[in-house]
């Protein structure tokens, strides 16, 4: 299981991603597709038409590296939108998806901020 820092944020990839596609070719949809750095050390999550692999794709300090998870007999329960865009999601919520719960249906506890007093 992958472990996020706080300053991590994750992206989703809506749409359909050709898994034939490795660290390169998900680098380039990163840039020219997302306008987003591939090397931010943010993750970029990927699916298939079939929703059951699952790509992530970062930037760990001197290299690419590149996850993925394929399901055997389920489906990932992946964002439905009408565009091939890019969706932020918490890092717990890829939790969520990673074991097969639908992020948007889920709801944990709000994060609290609090302030200093001066």
Known sequence: MLTLSSGIRVYLAIGNTDMRKAING???LVESRFSLDPFSGHLF????RR??????LY???NGFCLW???LE???FR???VSSDTVVEIEGRELSWLLEGLDPRSVRGH???QFSALV
Not at 51 to 56: E, G, R, S, T
Request: positive net charge; without cysteine.
């Open 51 to 56: 929703k059951n692999i699952l790509k992530i």
């Open 45 to 48: 999550v990927f699916t298939n």
């Open 26 to 28: 998900l680098s380039i």
């Open 73 to 75: 007999k389920h489906r």
């Open 110 to 112: 709000d994060r609290l």
């Open 68 to 70: 993925q998870k394929r």
């Open 59 to 61: 930037w760990d300090r």
């Open 78 to 80: 992946w964002p439905q």
